[in-house]
């Protein structure tokens, strides 16, 4: 009896946390597509908001979407091999190269900025290029490439399958392309997932990086914060969400199959073995 | 084998290893030295004790970023124990909800504390139907603690659940076996298990705060936490050795917090808010 009680008590609990999570952003969804937020939902629904967003805005979705493809292109192609030569090399070397990639993570993005800003503000072009919010992402963005696969790497022998192919006569970047890459893969997806998010939905960096030429999604979203009515405010914010949700949901979805398969590999008697085996034959 | 591929080793690092050196290490550097070259020289480090502002802002971010560790620490530890150990409906999607807002920028958390507690805000309509006064409080010390509370639950919960998970049924079992009550139980074995995990949680959660930029520049017109601080030093004052010494120190700060996370966790760590 006592225990039915604990286990509801609980559950409310986490249920209102979840609340304090979920309510605000519904809220922001409803004023987005609200006729007048103050009067609220019998105001009547609109496109209306949504509409002029685009229309004000819709630049600040291109720039970012370019920008978080190019730094993505550019962390698979300096990140990926960085991560295997960690692996490679393993030890303390690795362990200390691995703490400085990772410092851009543990240093406030106003700081990195601010560097940024005194270092190379001098050189115009650069400077107010989109090229320069660029640098700061893929700073931001390459450790968490970098441990993804690194992750994965440590997880698995990779260096006996690559002697087993030197044996055989494969060159080191034959190796690199038929071994390393395909066995990463999952690490890579995840890695390359988490960049996509980050980039698109970064603002500590580059609030102080942007110009009023180079404004990114979110900076538009400062920018209307301060100085547009709420509803478009809420209808910007709506159209953030919705770039950025499947991306979400994306995660989760491959970080729940991840550890589906870590659960199979460390246990096999385990009762999940049989679904997802007959899954991946398929 | 081994041998004959250092060389390519080497030239595989090198793109990444030119972009870190030019873009990240020497502008660090610089902005180390330049904090140290306003008009007042290295002293310009030590204006924490000298600079009654600047001390302010100091004590104000790190007591905010202290006790929203710690509320999400304990929220987060009931919430997520639940999750680990009972199975039931819906549980997978509750997960999802509470990791979901987890790549959400501060910016947009800013918004979402001022949708909720600001001038037109919910909780403003519901006080004001209950009581007939309008709580208002996103602009104050109050709306920067909710907000920052809002993006350290999702992280604290998915560290707890990685621990709990690892926790060894067993010891419960043979506690409880030999008498112990359910509060004892929490008390004298699960806590102390889970007592890393929750320290590296909490070091990555005291650090994220500390350099929350985008909530506190949505939500902070009264409140001087020390992003904005360094924030206004440099755009308003133009006083960038100010700056750069306030960001070095900002930054020594939550990169020894997330060190002590690492040492203690090995997990992966997020600081962005």
Redesign the interface.
Same mark, same amino acid.
């Not at chain 2, 800013?110 to 909720?116: H, P, R, S």
């Not at chain 2, 992966?268 to 808010?273: E, I, K, L, T, Y």
């Given at each position: 009896m006592q225990h039915r009680w604990l286990f509801i008590s609980q559950l409310v609990f986490t249920l209102a946390v979840c609340a304090f999570l979920i309510v605000p952003v519904v809220l922001s969804a409803l004023a987005g597509v609200t006729e007048n937020f103050f009067f609220g939902l019998k105001s009547g629904l609109t496109t209306r908001w949504i509409v002029e967003v685009w229309n004000l805005y819709s630049d600040t979705m291109f720039l970012s979407l370019l920008i978080a493809i190019t730094c993505l292109v550019v962390t698979l192609i300096i990140g990926v091999p960085t991560a295997y030569v960690l692996a490679r090399q393993g030890g303390k070397t690795a362990r200390f190269i691995e703490e400085i990639i990772v410092l851009p993570v543990a240093v406030p993005g106003l700081a990195i900025a601010l560097a940024m800003i005194i270092m190379y503000g001098g050189f115009r072009d650069f400077r107010i290029s989109w090229v320069f919010i660029l640098v700061g992402h893929v700073l931001y963005t390459l450790p968490f490439m970098v441990r993804s696969v690194l992750a994965v790497l440590s997880s698995m022998n990779f260096r006996e399958l690559e002697e087993g192919a030197a044996s055989l006569g494969a060159s080191f970047w034959q190796r690199f392309r038929t071994i390393v890459i395909p066995n990463a893969k999952p690490g890579i997806l995840a890695g390359s997932l988490m960049v996509i998010t980050l980039s698109i939905g970064e603002f500590n960096l580059t609030w102080m990086l942007h110009t009023p030429m180079t404004k990114t999604l979110p900076v538009g979203l400062a920018d209307s914060y301060a100085s547009m009515r709420l509803e478009i405010a809420s209808a910007y914010t709506l159209v953030f969400f919705i770039m950025i949700i499947p991306l979400l949901v994306a995660m989760q979805m491959l970080s729940r199959e991840n550890h589906r398969i870590k659960k199979i590999k460390e246990d096999p008697q385990s009762d999940l073995t049989p679904i997802t085996l007959k899954r991946e034959k398929a | 084998?081994i041998q004959?591929?250092y060389p390519?080793?080497f030239v595989?690092?090198l793109?990444?290893a030119i972009?870190?050196v030019a *873009? &990240?290490?020497?502008?660090?550097a610089?902005?180390a030295v330049?904090g140290a070259s306003g008009e007042n020289g290295l002293s310009a480090y030590t204006s924490m004790a000298s600079k009654p502002r600047h001390f302010e802002s100091m004590v104000a971010t790190v007591l905010l970023s202290f006790s929203v560790t710690l509320v999400a620490l304990a929220?987060s530890t009931?919430?997520g124990l639940?999750?680990v150990r009972?199975r *039931?409906s819906g549980r997978e999607a509750?997960v999802?909800?509470?990791? &979901?807002?987890?790549? &959400?920028?501060?910016?947009?958390i800013?918004?979402?504390?001022?949708?909720?507690a600001g001038r037109?805000g919910?909780i403003g309509s519901i006080t004001q139907a209950v009581t007939g006064d309008k709580l208002v409080f996103a602009y104050s010390m109050a709306g920067l603690f909710v907000g920052y509370l809002?993006f350290s639950?999702?992280r604290v919960i998915l560290t707890v659940m990685a621990a709990a998970e690892k926790l060894d049924p067993a010891l419960e079992e043979a506690a409880r076996s030999l008498g112990a009550s359910?509060w004892r139980v929490m008390r004298d074995v699960v806590l102390p298990a889970l007592k890393p995990g929750l320290i590296a949680s909490g070091a990555i959660c005291f650090?994220t705060s500390?350099?929350a *930029?985008?909530t506190a *520049?949505?939500l902070a017109t009264n409140v001087d936490v020390l992003?904005m601080t360094?924030?206004t030093e440099?755009t308003l004052n133009a006083n960038?050795a100010s700056?750069?010494s306030l960001?070095?120190i900002?930054?020594l700060v939550?990169?020894l917090a997330? &060190?002590i996370a690492?040492t203690l966790s090995g997990s992966?760590?997020?600081?962005?808010?």
């Open positions: - | 084998m004959r591929d390519k080793l595989m690092i793109p990444a972009v870190f *873009f &990240f290490i020497v502008p660090m610089r902005l330049v929220i009931i919430s639940f999750l009972n *039931f509750l999802s909800l509470l990791t &979901f807002p987890l790549a &959400f920028p501060g910016v947009v800013g918004f979402l504390v001022i949708l909720t037109q919910l809002y639950i999702p359910p650090a500390m350099g *930029f985008g *520049f949505t992003p360094i924030y440099f960038i700056a750069a960001s070095i900002l930054g939550t990169w997330l &060190f690492r992966s760590v997020a600081a962005s808010a």
